[in-house]
């Protein structure tokens, strides 16, 4: 070892014999000070159980965040749950937070009423004091007084308490929001989804990725369009990040009405069945579909009308009027063959003179009445 | 305001043993008529209710409701609406006279006078009367009032059935020697009288 080694070392027991002698720890023995380790009983005893605060989607002790666009309904939804489990006792209110700061006066009157008929607190900006930048020094405190201890924080919407987009703020906001949760908090955020979907149609989480990094537990919420009556609507939380025995996928349908008070909103929500979700979504699929060859369909019905009859024929001129590949086209011909309307079939082949395949467009209300009777 | 009572994340909940309900307002004199009716007043209070005593101290959940009653306060009591995975603060007064209290975070009722265990009566106005001279206001926090609300329908609908406050017959007093004999030994007679 050299000189300067034996120098270094030197010093370091001369910081260490002066902290000794004015009864300080050195960093060892405040690590060891710091070791959890022997308390696993007390610390089991604290722990809580696997309860769900919001039924099937966010635990007690966890940390939740729901994603979804604007008017998707996840304001409405999360009340929904909690208002399932408070009435069935599984939750006291008095320990659930909502803390409502996406909303205007009406807004915050109607799910306050609603707060006291169920029995939970509504926090709202402005109103008795509140402003949505003490919610993190209100976490910080419950995690070093110990308060925190079943404590469950709802914040509505997210981007009021962190700016979702600098990664600085949303790092600084997960640090909080994981001591709040290691004392046993319960922290349900509810955030916004990108304007842009992803390749698979999807939504997609706004924001740096540290909010949903940090958290235990992240779902995103997404409309599941047509199918059911004008008026209503389906959407399905997609779990994207699980620790805990939450559920991958769950689907609701609400009905919403103009004039209708938001208490009605909440109680027409309903729990969707996985077979009912799933002719939803193959419906939404089918229409999606139809809408993309929309133009390849009049293009085709324009070369019949005209007396291209004849596959190659069609393909070509449709080809050369619309510039879609012969490929597409092929394909599109075999899809839509048939004789079924309502399939998506827009028409179907017929042997001519000379035993000549012909395409005859489908007329859906001749066909229609042909198969009633 | 008083003093809070306790500090969070240095006191120790239910540190202290506490004196039950019974023991404060009943045992000192068990066999007295008026004794006799408040412990027939108070089972009453606790089987129609579905409330459960809690005699230890400091309990959090009830300091945090009796810290904000600062007037009528006096022979108090804590309770608990156990349900299947929570368990609801409930907390009583039962002062001389009749208040009204404007409590942010409280909700309160007033329980029907023949159901009200303590059932108190002014030395001026003792013998035959058919309504007590202290008033019982079970509190609860704001969020908690459906379960009040609940509570008060069952409380009500009992007292219907039920005579006068301090209705005692030779049935309940046979039944309060027996109870006082099953007893012995646990009962400090002319102990402690009320808080």
């Given at each position: 070892?050299?000189?300067?080694?034996?120098?270094?070392?030197?010093?370091?027991?001369?910081?260490?014999?002066?902290?000794?002698?004015?009864?300080?720890?050195?960093?060892?023995?405040?690590?060891?000070?710091?070791?959890?380790?022997?308390?696993?009983?007390?610390?089991?005893?604290?722990?809580?159980?696997?309860?769900?605060?919001?039924?099937?989607?966010?635990?007690?002790?966890?940390?939740?965040?729901?994603?979804?666009?604007?008017?998707?309904?996840?304001?409405?939804?999360?009340?929904?749950?909690?208002?399932?489990?408070l009435l069935s006792n599984n939750l006291d209110g008095d320990f659930v937070f909502y803390v409502n700061a996406d909303d205007n006066f009406k807004g915050i009157v109607e799910k306050t009423e609603l707060a006291e008929q169920w029995g939970f607190h509504m926090i709202a900006p402005n109103h008795k004091g509140f402003n949505t930048s003490q919610i993190t020094e209100l976490m910080v405190d419950l995690a070093e007084t110990g308060e925190a201890r079943g404590v469950i924080i709802i914040l509505d919407t997210l981007k009021k308490f962190t700016d979702l987009m600098h990664k600085r703020d949303s790092s600084e906001f997960g640090i909080i929001s994981r001591s709040f949760i290691s004392a046993g908090g319960t922290l349900i955020c509810l955030a916004h989804t990108n304007k842009h979907k992803n390749?698979?149609?999807?939504?997609?989480?706004?924001?740096?990725?540290?909010?949903?990094?940090?958290?235990?537990?992240?779902?995103?919420?997404d409309k599941v369009e047509g199918g059911l009556f004008q008026d209503e609507a389906a959407v399905e939380f997609v779990n994207d990040k699980a620790r805990g025995d939450v559920a991958d996928k769950i689907s609701f349908s609400y009905s919403k009405k103009q004039g209708q008070s938001y208490a009605d909103l909440v109680n027409s929500v309903k729990r969707l069945d996985g077979q009912k979700i799933g002719k939803l979504k193959s419906d939404a699929e089918f229409k999606r579909k139809l809408d993309e060859d929309q133009n390849l369909i009049s293009a085709v019905g324009k070369s019949i009308k005209a007396g291209i009859t004849s596959k190659a024929a069609i393909v070509?001129?449709?080809?050369?009027?619309?510039?879609?590949?012969?490929?597409?086209?092929?394909?599109?011909?075999?899809?839509?063959?048939?004789?079924?309307?309502?399939?998506?079939?827009?028409?179907?082949?017929?042997?001519?003179?000379h035993n000549k395949s012909e395409y005859v467009m489908l007329d859906p209300f001749v066909l229609s009445d042909e198969i009633n009777n | 305001?008083?003093?809070?009572?306790?500090?969070?994340?240095?006191?120790?909940?239910?540190?202290?043993?506490?004196?039950?309900?019974?023991?404060?307002?009943?045992?000192?004199?068990?066999?007295?008529?008026?004794?006799?009716?408040?412990?027939?007043?108070?089972?009453?209070?606790?089987?129609?209710?579905?409330?459960?005593?809690?005699?230890?101290?400091?309990?959090?959940?009830?300091?945090?409701?009796?810290?904000?009653?600062?007037?009528?306060?006096?022979?108090?009591?804590?309770?608990?609406?156990?349900?299947?995975?929570?368990?609801?603060?409930?907390?009583?007064?039962?002062?001389?006279?009749?208040?009204?209290?404007?409590?942010?975070?409280?909700?309160?009722?007033?329980?029907?006078?023949?159901?009200?265990?303590?059932?108190?009566?002014?030395?001026?106005?003792?013998?035959?009367?058919?309504?007590?001279?202290?008033?019982?206001?079970?509190?609860?926090?704001?969020?908690?009032?459906?379960?009040?609300?609940?509570?008060?329908?069952?409380?009500?609908?009992?007292?219907?059935?039920?005579?006068?406050?301090?209705?005692?017959?030779?049935?309940d007093r046979r039944n309060a020697k027996k109870r006082v004999r099953v007893e012995k030994g646990l009962i400090v007679f002319g102990g402690y009288n009320g808080d």
């Open positions: 070892m050299g000189t300067n080694s034996n120098l270094k070392l030197d010093l370091k027991s001369i910081t260490n014999i002066a902290k000794k002698t004015q009864g300080q720890a050195t960093a060892l023995e405040l690590l060891n000070t710091y070791s959890i380790t022997g308390n696993s009983t007390e610390l089991r005893k604290q722990m809580l159980d696997d309860i769900f605060v919001l039924p099937d989607i966010a635990l007690l002790g966890q940390w939740t965040t729901i994603y979804a666009a604007p008017n998707t309904g996840k304001t409405l939804l999360t009340l929904w749950l909690l208002k399932k489990n390749a698979e149609g999807k939504s997609i989480y706004s924001g740096t990725s540290d909010i949903r990094d940090d958290s235990d537990c992240a779902f995103i919420i070509k001129n449709v080809s050369e009027e619309t510039g879609v590949a012969q490929r597409k086209i092929r394909e599109s011909l075999i899809n839509r063959t048939g004789e079924m309307y309502d399939l998506g079939h827009r028409w179907t082949v017929k042997i001519g003179a | 305001m008083r003093k809070l009572s306790y500090v969070p994340g240095l006191d120790t909940e239910f540190c202290e043993g506490g004196n039950s309900y019974k023991f404060s307002r009943i045992d000192y004199d068990p066999l007295s008529d008026e004794c006799i009716a408040r412990y027939r007043r108070l089972k009453l209070f606790e089987n129609t209710s579905g409330l459960v005593e809690e005699a230890r101290i400091p309990s959090f959940r009830h300091c945090e409701i009796f810290e904000k009653i600062t007037y009528g306060y006096d022979h108090s009591s804590s309770w608990w609406l156990l349900l299947d995975n929570i368990k609801i603060p409930f907390f009583m007064i039962e002062p001389y006279g009749e208040y009204r209290f404007d409590i942010d975070g409280l909700k309160y009722h007033e329980v029907p006078n023949n159901i009200a265990p303590y059932g108190g009566v002014s030395i001026a106005r003792e013998g035959k009367i058919r309504v007590p001279d202290t008033t019982a206001y079970l509190f609860v926090k704001t969020a908690h009032y459906r379960h009040l609300l609940d509570v008060m329908a069952r409380l009500e609908a009992r007292a219907k059935l039920e005579p006068y406050f301090n209705s005692v017959t030779a049935k």
